[in-house]
């Protein structure tokens, strides 16, 4: 049976006790509102460890004051079934107070990763991610923890600071989860209208429209940008793009032109959503 816990000391020695017992933890660290994309990222963390932990904790630290933060989807009941049915054993869902003090004064930061993509519109958002799992690193020791690629700048600035500040945890990442339709699962699709969801999937369709372009000679970054605002503008055209950037896999350093492959990332508002997604492209 799955259990809860969501005093930090609680946890920290539930954690020492199974390390005692030479068991393994896999950590998903989630902010609630669970959708097949989590699950996904659950069912791959249970092969990889003893014991599987997820957390559930709206981090406030990585909203601004003008973001969603109040407004972030959130049904606890929901999350509590979706999690013991996908035979989670540990569901870690801490107040705000247990995890921050009032005069918090202690940030973990990744600049450099941080500055482009999703950092120019949101740039105390990976501060608050990193500080955040940092502490559930800290409290709960984990072996393995598993992210999602549709955040992939999160996943590679939480790789580099496990790797910079020598953590010890192997950080897993899980594909992307689609609807049939293509639209990438994200609790805040649950912001869409049913007319903005019947047009999110051309969000997809125009990455995949990208990719076709670059594998058939289209290689200038701009020219690529330029596919994928056309076929947003003609499809959803109450849509406005945040940003569409064409970076290294790893650095995250933006390119001009596409050598061998790439990442191009996305995040487009639509509606009270801002929707993000992001494909790998190949020049050839
Ligand atoms: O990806 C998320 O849901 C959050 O950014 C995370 C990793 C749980 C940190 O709050």
């Known amino acids: ?15 020492k006790e199974l390390k005692k017992q030479g ?32 957390s559930r904790f709206v981090n406030p630290t990585q909203f601004a004051p003008n973001e969603d933060l109040d407004a972030y989807p959130n049904d606890r009941e929901r999350d509590f079934q979706a999690t013991s049915e996908a035979g989670v054993d540990i569901l870690f869902e801490p107040v705000k107070e247990a995890m921050y003090f009032e005069n918090h004064g202690t940030w973990v930061e990744v600049p450099e990763l941080a500055k ?58 899980g594909e992307i989860i689609r609807e049939e339709d293509g639209l990438a699962m994200s609790s805040r699709n649950a912001y869409l209208t049913k007319e903005e969801r019947s047009l999110a999937p051309f969000i997809r369709k125009g990455l995949l429209l990208l990719a076709e372009k670059a594998k058939n000679g289209e290689h200038c970054a701009k020219n690529l940008y330029a596919v994928f605002a056309h076929f947003i503008q003609e499809h959803i055209p109450s849509a406005r793009i945040d940003y569409v950037t064409m970076v290294d896999k790893d650095e995250l350093v933006e390119l001009e032109t596409l050598k061998d492959s790439a990442v191009v990332a996305v995040a487009v508002y639509l509606g009270k959503a801002r929707l993000l997604d992001n494909i790998l492209i190949e020049s050839k």
């Open 23 to 54: 068991k393994t933890i896999a950590l998903v660290p989630t902010m609630g509102f669970l959708h097949k994309g989590h699950i996904s990222l659950i069912k791959k963390a249970k092969t990889l460890a003893d014991i599987v932990i997820v």
């Open 116 to 173: 482009g993509l999703c950092g120019q519109t949101r740039p105390i958002h990976f501060r608050g991610v990193c500080t955040i799992v940092t502490k559930l690193f800290n409290l709960i020791m984990p072996d393995y923890a598993v992210f999602g690629e549709k955040d992939y700048q999160q996943l590679t600035i939480i790789r580099r600071m496990v790797r910079d500040l020598n953590m010890n945890v192997e950080i897993v990442a």
């Open 1 to 15: 049976m799955m259990k809860t816990i969501s005093e930090v000391g609680e946890i920290r020695e539930f954690c």
